[in-house]
Nanobody, 120 residues
Framework: QVQLVESGGGSVQAGGSLKLSCAAS????????MSWFRQDPGKEREGVSC????????YYADSVNGRFTIFRDTAKNTLFLQMNSLKTEDTAVYYC?????????????WGQGTQVTVSS
């Protein structure tokens, strides 16, 4: 049974930082791309970032490029998202996803989400 469990969300002021984690189990972690998505109420879920199975290639949405960093620890089967210079518009529920690389239709597994709230 595949499980993706996010942690690290919370409330922070604009300009601050948060680091999200996603602990994966039940899958071959180093054989699948991993992504972060986010969703604000009333909006579609959007891809934020993706990392290749090897970790050598990363992709970012324009809105977070240069502020967020995705990385993975294969030994610990854990995905991370370091978020710096946070803005109020980054407020959303953040989801960890396996497979699909920021392509919603191709995601195979989802985490339960973790709330990130950025205040001005």
């Amino acid at each position: 049974q595949v499980q993706l469990v996010e942690s690290g969300g919370g409330s922070v002021q604009a300009g601050g930082s948060l680091k999200l984690s996603c602990a994966a189990s039940g899958l071959t972690f180093d054989g699948i791309s991993m992504s972060w998505f986010r969703q604000d109420p009333g909006k579609e879920r959007e891809g934020v970032s993706c990392i290749s199975p090897s970790g050598f290639r990363t992709y970012y949405a324009d809105s977070v490029n240069g502020r967020f960093t995705i990385f993975r620890d294969t030994a610990k089967n854990t995905l991370f998202l370091q978020m710096n210079s946070l803005k109020t518009e980054d407020t959303a529920v953040y989801y960890c996803a396996a497979g699909g690389c920021m392509d919603f239709e191709r995601v195979r597994y989802w985490g339960q989400g973790t709330q990130v709230t950025v205040s001005s």
